[in-house]
């Protein structure tokens, strides 16, 4: 792939950025794969799947992780009678019913939400997304007794389609997952909402120790193996619900100039460099990638990147700690091991994850992270850490491109990244243009919420759109280029451009011509722009 330049003419389109350095040459080399990278390197991570799924007080210094003890028999249901089947099967072994006044919403069934619903081939609950698991027992055995009842016939349910709802069945060894939601919604869009709550599954049990576990019980109840894990699957839900980087199976990073980026690559390989057995290290500004530096020859997948970002942006209690140390599994990297993090807060926006397969190398990743720190506060005159805090995302009302455009998502193929432009009216309701006297200081508190509530549902139908031209710009059996489409609130367009794929929003009124004319103008500032947009280059330890 040829290289790309900046433009020394685009100055002014600049000012939709933070901060405005030169751009070098680029070499074209992602952080990111989509491939699984198990090497037969100097790192044999299978030799590391003996530990468990524990956290070390965060603000002590611990010593390593020991190996893990086999579930206690606390953990199974001994009820060994009826372990073979789902509990409605048998009287004796089913929990009570609600009762018949009962109404779904009572339970947590709003038919006006996406569920999700995740229980164990024998028909144990695991986790329902809204209401209490122990209550939806019932619905669950149901679902899992129809998957029997297909199995039995030599085929899988996939996919049920109930008046304005499509109900998606995909079974994981042990597991079953199950996920209702519109019609309006793509089937792959609801697949991919259970793909990943399946993998945060893994990320916290590991494959391995899943199946060894209902291999010996299959009776057995997960959930007590899976304590406050809950936040961890609504927060890979709504990750895939509000971002389109599990669509576009891509990362976003934050847009920074070219010399700030490489300032802090520096920091970290330097600081870094007296722990040999450091796999991976990744900076994460307001959750968004800033770099990401590893071992050579061992790459990232997007999603095991989603699953690192949800774990931190679910989990606030890491804030109050100098210093995490736990387990963490990465599905797409080594589905049956762990890796070991140590997780800090550098500033109230900035945390660094640094990754080993050593268990006890604390003290080593807890040195290179106070150098690492140390440099990062001396960078750019002490304001390193403030300008990544202060990086914002392209504002389509300054790029210069007349009016018509309200929202842009593009990916870089090669890179496995995308970008995207901030949320502007109509589809954001606090905006850096409101004015303190502005009359919707008048409103009352009711009409508020029922702004932000249209504002975040237009926000939504906006996603809906892209996912759905995603889906047939992809289709294998009628594949197409370029997709446009117009409603009455706004038009839409989809396209493949080479190397990215663009997904615009625009005025409802502008043609197909207006629009096919801002997709050429926003391709080439993309292009001028992509060494600040994406991360173009695979450093190393």
Same mark, same amino acid.
């Given at each position: ?273 007296? +722990?040999?057995?450091? @796999?991976? *290290?990744? #900076? ?6 800033? %770099?990401? =530096?590893? !071992? ?38 080594? +589905?049956?091991?762990? @890796?070991? *993090?140590? #997780? ?6 900035? %945390?660094? =994850?640094? !990754? ?42 300054? @790029? ?12 870089? =193929? ?128």
């Amino acid at each position: 792939m040829p290289q790309f330049k900046t433009d020394g003419n685009i100055a002014h389109f600049e000012a939709s950025f933070s901060a405005d350095i030169g751009v070098e040459n680029e070499v074209l080399e992602s952080p990111f794969s989509h491939n699984n990278n198990e090497t037969d390197d100097t790192l044999n991570l299978h030799q590391r799947s003996g530990y468990s799924h524990q956290h070390e007080a965060s603000g002590l210094l611990p010593g390593p992780i020991k190996n893990p003890k086999e579930p206690e028999n606390d953990l199974y249901d001994f009820d060994s009678q009826h372990s073979e089947s789902s509990p409605i099967l048998h009287e004796s072994n089913s929990l009570p019913c609600s009762p018949i006044h009962t109404s779904a919403k009572d339970l947590g069934l709003d038919p006006n939400l996406l569920h999700v619903f995740v229980f164990s081939d024998a028909g144990k609950p695991i986790y329902t997304r809204y209401g209490d698991e122990s209550k939806l027992a019932h619905v669950m055995g149901v679902m899992q007794a129809l998957v029997s009842v297909v199995a039995q016939l030599g085929d899988q349910v996939q996919t049920l389609v109930a008046g304005d709802k499509n109900i998606i069945f995909r079974s994981y060894g042990h597991l079953i997952l199950v996920a209702v939601g519109s019609s309006q919604e793509p089937i792959s869009h609801l697949s991919v909402i259970l793909k990943y709550v399946y993998n945060q599954i893994v990320s916290a049990l590991t494959n391995q120790r899943i199946d060894k576990w209902f291999m010996q019980k299959q009776n057995l109840d997960l959930r007590n193996l899976m304590i406050g894990d809950n936040r961890l699957l609504s927060g890979a839900v709504e990750l895939v619900e509000t971002q389109m980087g599990p669509t576009l199976n891509s990362v976003l990073c934050i847009p920074l100039p070219n010399q700030i980026r490489d300032t802090v690559v520096q920091a970290i390989i330097h600081g870094a460099r007296p +722990s040999q057995n450091l @796999l991976f *290290a990744i #900076l994460l500004t307001n959750y968004r990638v800033v %770099c990401i =530096v590893s !071992m050579k020859k061992h790459f990232l997948d997007p999603v095991d990147i989603h699953l690192i970002t949800n774990l931190v942006r679910c989990s606030q209690s890491f804030r109050n700690a100098s210093t995490n140390w736990l387990p963490i599994c990465l599905p797409n990297f080594n +589905s049956n091991g762990y @890796l070991y *993090a140590n #997780l800090s807060y550098l500033d109230n926006h900035s %945390c660094l =994850v640094l !990754m080993t397969v050593d268990s006890e190398k604390f003290y080593s990743l807890q040195n290179s992270r106070d150098q690492i720190l140390s440099r990062l506060q001396s960078a750019l005159q002490g304001e390193c850490l403030k300008c990544l805090a202060s990086a914002t995302w392209p504002d389509v009302a300054l @790029l210069g491109f007349g009016g018509g455009l309200r929202h842009f998502v593009c990916k870089l =193929v090669p890179a496995a990244q995308y970008t995207t432009s901030r949320w502007t009216p109509p589809y954001n309701y606090n905006t850096p243009t409101t004015k303190p006297d502005d009359s919707q200081d008048s409103l009352s508190p009711e009409a508020k919420e029922s702004i932000i509530a249209a504002v975040k549902q237009r926000q939504e139908n906006v996603l809906r759109a892209y996912r759905v031209m995603h889906k047939n710009l992809h289709c294998k059996i009628h594949p197409v280029s370029c997709i446009f489409q117009a409603s009455d609130t706004e038009a839409q367009l989809a396209s493949i451009q080479g190397d990215l794929e663009v997904y615009m929003t625009l005025e409802p009124l502008v043609s197909k011509q207006e629009a096919f004319d801002i997709l050429k103008k926003l391709t080439k500032w993309i292009s001028s722009n992509k060494q600040r947009l994406f991360i173009l280059s695979s450093p190393t330890f």
